[in-house]
């Protein structure tokens, strides 16, 4: 299952539920990868990228979307729009 403007709105629990209810087992969730990095045209002095761990992440929001997905459906997470320092002039 995937529909990323029904999995990424606060009803996002009410979804998922009523996507297991369907009889789905997986569910696919988009991660902007500009919506957990730090904003801006540079990347913060000491931002590590490729450390999801890095406090310069904001996860809370997807998180939580994964955790509910990962109730009774398995999480199949795709990553698009990258923030603007990551882009080819970042």
Do not use: C, Q
Not at 17 to 41: K, N
Not at 71 to 90: C, E, F, K, Q, Y
């Amino acid at each position: 299952m995937e529909d990323p403007s029904v999995f990424e709105v606060p009803s996002a629990e009410i979804a998922l539920r009523r996507t297991r209810a369907a009889g789905a087992t997986a569910v696919r969730l988009l991660l902007r990868w500009s919506s957990v990095a730090p904003d801006g045209e540079r990347a913060p002095v000491g931002f590590d990228a490729a450390n999801h761990a890095d406090p310069g992440y904001r996860w809370e929001s997807f998180d939580k979307v994964v955790l509910a997905a990962s109730r009774g459906l398995a999480p199949i997470v795709s990553i698009d729009t990258a923030p603007a320092w990551a882009g080819a002039n970042g």
